[in-house]
């Protein structure tokens, strides 16, 4: 583990970015002094990280599991939240529910999360709305997997979430007057699918140079709905190459601590928020990953094909 940490303050976040093993990396944190972790660790399906093994027996992959959650366990407030993003593959379908389990005996679920890559909307007139952006499964038994799972983890399931930092408008604006808890206001919980596409990119290796990142709007809606207020402390154990250190800094969390083993991800993370240490190179040794884009829902294209349909 370095021992330099890079204390830098961007904005009005201080970014604490650390190279090295994040179990090792928590236990030099103080208990009880962080409020919001985002997450997603290696999903153990054999993706080709430049340092980490993920294909690591299951009994072994599950110890460490546990051993890297407890350390989370020991450094989060009693009214913190653990959002622990995961996904599962044909090969593996069971991996984000036996995490789960796993975890329920370290903390509490609060609640469920369906982050939503790409989806296709049937309209009442018969068209079709697709948006976002899925990997094709070439098979005939499997259905190409468009979803992944965000776990929502406290320490007693009673932790108070800002819903309506993340809440959406009424379809039917007579819901507002209708309901008496609407206090009037044209905001209503947006429920637990979440629609997050990752962003476009044309070029893998220059854009988005890591194989298994979260969109940076993913962590900013779980800051959000825990609720951003003065001197938040988040965490994120496996930073990547900083997306949810991204979204700290866009919703104004006062303090980041971030740890990864890879230093060339690193000093992507810290590229990307302009605090790289000058000379430092960037990476760029991700393996492209095989996406296809769809129209974004209610593009101009799609509302063309909409207003067209619906009559
Ligand atoms: C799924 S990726 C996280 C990507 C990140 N959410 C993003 O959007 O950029 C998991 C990361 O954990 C890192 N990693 C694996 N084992 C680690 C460990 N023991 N300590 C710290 N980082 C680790 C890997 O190098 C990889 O970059």
């Given at each position: 583990?370095?021992?330099?940490?890079?204390?830098?303050?961007?904005?009005?976040?201080?970014?604490?970015?650390?190279?090295?093993?994040?179990?090792?990396?928590?236990?030099?944190?103080?208990?009880?002094?962080?409020?919001?972790?985002?997450?997603?660790?290696?999903?153990?399906?054999?993706?080709?990280?430049?340092?980490?093994?993920?294909?690591?027996?299951?009994?072994?992959?599950?110890?460490?599991?546990?051993?890297?959650?407890?350390?989370?366990?020991?450094?989060?407030?009693?009214?913190?939240?653990?959002?622990?993003?995961?996904?599962?593959?044909?090969?593996?379908?069971?991996?984000?529910?036996?995490?789960?389990?796993?975890?329920?005996?370290?903390?509490?679920?609060?609640?469920?999360?369906?982050?939503?890559?790409?989806?296709?909307?049937?309209?009442?007139?018969?068209?079709?709305?697709?948006?976002?952006?899925?990997?094709?499964?070439?098979?005939?038994?499997?259905?190409?997997?468009?979803?992944?799972?965000?776990?929502?983890?406290?320490?007693?399931?009673?932790?108070k979430l800002d819903r309506l930092a993340v809440g959406v408008?009424?379809?039917?604006?007579?819901?507002?007057?209708?309901?008496?808890?609407?206090?009037?206001?044209?905001?209503?919980?947006?429920?637990?699918?979440?629609?997050?596409?990752?962003?476009?990119?044309?070029?893998?290796?220059?854009?988005?140079?890591?194989?298994?990142?979260?969109?940076?709007?993913?962590?900013?809606?779980?800051?959000?709905?825990?609720?951003?207020?003065?001197?938040?402390?988040?965490?994120?154990?496996?930073?990547?190459?900083?997306?949810?250190?991204?979204?700290?800094?866009?919703?104004?969390?006062?303090?980041?601590?971030?740890?990864?083993?890879?230093?060339?991800?690193?000093?992507?993370?810290?590229?990307?928020?302009?605090?790289?240490?000058?000379?430092?190179?960037?990476?760029?040794?991700?393996?492209?990953?095989?996406?296809?884009?769809?129209?974004?829902?209610?593009?101009?294209?799609?509302?063309?094909?909409?207003?067209?349909?619906?009559?």
């Amino acid at each position: 583990m370095s021992t330099v940490s890079n204390k830098v303050a961007a904005a009005r976040t201080v970014f604490d970015l650390h190279h090295g093993d994040c179990v090792a990396g928590m236990r030099s944190l103080p208990e009880d002094s962080v409020d919001l972790v985002v997450t997603s660790p290696p999903y153990n399906l054999g993706i080709a990280y430049s340092r980490h093994c993920d294909d690591q027996p299951r009994a072994e992959y599950l110890a460490w599991s546990e051993t890297w959650a407890r350390e989370v366990q020991r450094v989060l407030k009693s009214d913190g939240s653990f959002f622990l993003n995961v996904g599962a593959s044909p090969a593996n379908p069971m991996l984000p529910h036996e995490l789960a389990l796993l975890f329920s005996k370290i903390f509490a679920l609060q609640n469920t999360i369906h982050w939503i890559k790409s989806i296709t909307i049937e309209t009442k007139s018969g068209g079709e709305i697709s948006a976002g952006h899925f990997k094709p499964i070439n098979s005939p038994r499997f259905l190409t997997d468009c979803h992944e799972f965000v776990f929502h983890f406290t320490k007693n399931a009673d932790v108070k979430l800002d819903r309506l930092a993340v809440g959406v408008a009424y379809a039917d604006k007579s819901n507002i007057a209708r309901w008496g808890h609407t206090g009037g206001r044209d905001r209503r919980c947006r429920g637990n699918t979440w629609f997050i596409p990752y962003e476009t990119i044309r070029d893998r290796q220059s854009q988005r140079p890591h194989p298994a990142t979260f969109p940076v709007a993913l962590a900013t809606r779980c800051i959000r709905l825990h609720g951003q207020r003065d001197g938040l402390v988040m965490l994120d154990p496996f930073l990547g190459i900083g997306h949810a250190a991204l979204a700290a800094r866009a919703c104004g969390v006062g303090r980041f601590i971030g740890f990864e083993i890879d230093q060339e991800y690193l000093n992507e993370a810290r590229a990307r928020l302009e605090i790289i240490p000058p000379g430092t190179a960037r990476c760029g040794s991700a393996k492209p990953a095989d996406e296809i884009e769809l129209l974004p829902l209610f593009s101009k294209e799609n509302r063309v094909v909409a207003k067209s349909k619906i009559r």
